[in-house]
């Protein structure tokens, strides 16, 4: 599976941002896909995931209301809508697939098998 995420930028807080993955090499609906965020100095932390089939979505509780992950199938495409962006949601997004992941193991990022590259999402205050 090959990821390929874009759409990050420049936007002011409270502002709104589409991030998109693309995958190529597997029906997107045959895996999971889900989206991290790695600030400068942190760890990367878990923001959201859709394991396969368009099951309920699962949000980190720092973007709960705020972002919405969605799938288009037709186009074996994922989308992270941001919106009320923060300082604090400054980070790069990195998109991630797996065939076979567990609900328990979506949260760490070492559970997953396949990345895209990241892409910037920088909030100005």
């Known amino acids: 599976v090959q990821l390929q995420a874009s759409g990050g930028g420049l936007v002011q807080a409270g502002g709104s941002l589409t991030l998109s993955c693309a995958a190529s090499g597997q029906s997107s609906n045959n895996i999971a896909v889900g989206w991290f965020r790695q600030a400068p100095g942190k760890e990367r932390e878990f923001v959201a995931a859709?394991?396969?089939?368009?099951?309920?979505?699962f949000y980190a509780d720092s973007v709960k209301g705020r972002f919405t992950i969605s799938r288009d199938a037709s186009k074996d495409t994922v989308y992270l809508q941001m919106s009320s962006l923060k300082p604090d949601d400054t980070a790069v997004y990195y998109c991630a697939a797996d065939s076979g992941i567990i609900t328990s193991s979506i949260y760490d990022p070492r559970r997953w098998g396949y990345w895209g590259q990241g892409t910037q999402v920088t909030v100005s205050s």
């Open positions: 859709l394991k396969r089939w368009n099951s309920n979505p």
